[in-house]
């Protein structure tokens, strides 16, 4: 049996942070989107949708002129705690990009910042998102084959019914949000009884996703399970289901 805390997966296109709210020469087609709005062939946001983005991913994108090869930087910031600087070069058609990530359920709802830097080209942007709120969120349970990777970590794509077919791995997920420097823990109970499956960690960053795997060879015993979520020694959610026979 395995736990896991997740940190943020970071993905680093070309550029861009965006969302709207203001400009800067040079900068152009500046855009934020979720998933829905996302060119993948263009690498960049089809979709001006600045406000209250629900999403799991966060595209930002722009277009520059006259920067190939230089260096450009992008940072985001959620209810003023910011995510780590991307760095990166400016390629020669000028589109740039870059995106976070959590799986596993929307971003947390409110405010964010995008700050960017193209060449000698600033631009300071602004949207919001409306996902959930609270500091565990997106609790979820399911068969671990139907998660997706956030990082390190995986996370369920969807919460599963409350009860899962016989199986030998199965995964609990939540969403961490303004919990960075606190200290994480999920537990792991079968029929209401301590498993001592249980692991504490540091979050380290705004939005983080907490996973947790429990496996068995040959099947997990039939019954109901709970994943429970604390945040600094308080239990902040749970998460009850069955697994058949």
Not at 126 to 151: D, E, I, Q, R, Y
Request: a positive charge.
């Amino acid at each position: 049996m395995r736990a896991t805390l997740a940190l943020l997966a970071i993905g680093l296109g070309a550029l861009a942070l965006a969302g709207f709210g203001g400009s800067a020469a040079g900068l152009d087609e500046v855009r934020v989107c979720g998933t829905s709005g996302f060119d993948r062939g263009d690498a960049a946001c089809r979709a001006d949708q600045r406000s209250g983005i629900r999403s799991s991913t966060i595209y930002c994108s722009a277009r520059t002129s006259d920067h190939a090869g230089d260096t450009f930087t992008g940072r985001l910031t959620y209810r003023g705690i910011p995510f780590p600087v991307q760095k990166g070069r400016i390629s020669r058609d000028g589109n740039v990009n870059t995106y976070l990530t959590i799986g596993g359920g929307p971003f947390p709802g409110g405010p964010w910042r995008c700050d960017v830097s193209a060449g000698s080209e600033k631009a300071s942007v602004s949207f919001t998102t409306n996902g959930p709120s609270g500091p565990v969120t997106s609790v979820s349970a399911c068969l671990t084959k139907n998660t997706v990777l956030a990082g390190p970590v995986r996370a369920c794509r969807s919460d599963a019914s409350a009860t899962l077919p016989a199986t030998d791995a199965i995964t609990c997920s939540a969403v961490y949000s303004l919990a960075k420097g606190k200290q994480a823990r999920a537990d792991v109970l079968f029929d209401g009884k301590p498993t001592g499956l249980t692991l504490t960690r540091t979050v380290p960053l705004a939005v983080s996703v907490f996973g947790v795997q429990v496996s068995k060879p040959g099947g997990l015993p039939a019954g109901r399970y709970t994943c429970v979520f604390s945040l600094d020694g308080k239990k902040a959610a749970t998460k009850s289901f069955r697994v058949a026979g």
